[in-house]
């Protein structure tokens, strides 16, 4: 009996993390293709902020970025944008790019084709009554998609954006320091940075303030930030990222067509 639980248990872990790997895994190309990266022969990396935004501490990372001198990218909560319009508009003014990251942070596989349209939909359009511009860049909330997701997204247009570098699991506080640790431990060219500048795009609870304190996110920024500049690289939106990109893949070809022809 004893080793028949145990049995039952490893498949149930097995079947868990097989699961997880297909719908969550951020460099899964199971369902589609999904940006994880950029170009590896670029010394750049994205900065990208999720969850938001999230008055005073989205506000306070853009002072950073302002400081630094430096353009992130912004994956915002429809529900959460509508909340805190001067906000968005100012990531736009301070020349960020905007991402959709849906409008109530749903878990998209659990929705149905048209729940995962609507959630896109109504966040894009509110973005552009706010600040008049539509973006082409979503991410979905806990990385999770399939088939329907993917096929949803591109029928309006998006590009999914993952992530490289794995999550500082920043969202548990563990202190500015060890958030910028390990982000920067895990750093290569091309990478693709996941922070939290709100929690799920919810109103802080008064009664529970720091579910949504980003406070650590603020200095674990501005640490990423110096040390990854002092190492040599630069930070660009996750547009000029692919732009990149796409320069390097057609050099890579005109290398490759030009060797042909050597031969």
């Not at 509508?82 to 100012?90: E, G, M, N």
């Amino acid at each position: 009996m004893t080793l028949r639980f145990l049995l039952l248990a490893a498949v149930l872990v097995a079947a868990s993390y097989f699961t997880y790997e297909a719908l969550e895994a951020p460099g899964s190309q199971i369902f589609g293709r999904t940006i994880v990266s950029g170009s590896p022969t670029e010394r750049e990396v994205a900065l990208t902020f999720d969850d938001g935004p999230n008055p005073p501490y989205t506000d306070r990372i853009l002072d950073v970025l302002r400081d630094e001198h430096v353009h992130a990218t912004f994956f915002v909560v429809g529900r959460a944008a509508v909340a805190h319009p001067l906000t968005i508009r100012r990531i736009v003014r301070d020349g960020h790019a905007l991402g959709n990251h849906t409008w109530d942070h749903a878990h998209l596989v659990m929705q149905t084709p048209s729940a995962v349209r609507a959630e896109l939909v109504r966040t894009d359009d509110a973005l552009f009554r706010i600040a008049g511009v539509r973006t082409h860049l979503m991410r979905p909330p806990f990385g999770a998609r399939d088939f329907a997701v993917i096929d949803q997204a591109r029928k309006l247009g998006y590009q999914v954006v993952m992530w490289s570098v794995p999550l500082p699991k920043d969202w548990e506080q563990p202190g500015d320091a060890t958030i910028a640790e390990r982000v920067i431990d895990n750093i290569a060219d091309g990478g693709i940075i996941v922070l939290h500048d709100g929690n799920r795009g919810l109103a802080c609870d008064p009664k529970s303030p720091s579910a949504c304190d980003r406070g650590q996110d603020v200095a674990a920024t501005r640490r990423i930030i110096e040390t990854l500049r002092r190492e040599g690289y630069r930070f660009v939106t996750v547009p000029q990222l692919l732009a990149d990109m796409s320069t390097h893949r057609a050099r890579v070809t005109l290398t490759h067509s030009a060797a042909r022809r050597i031969q």
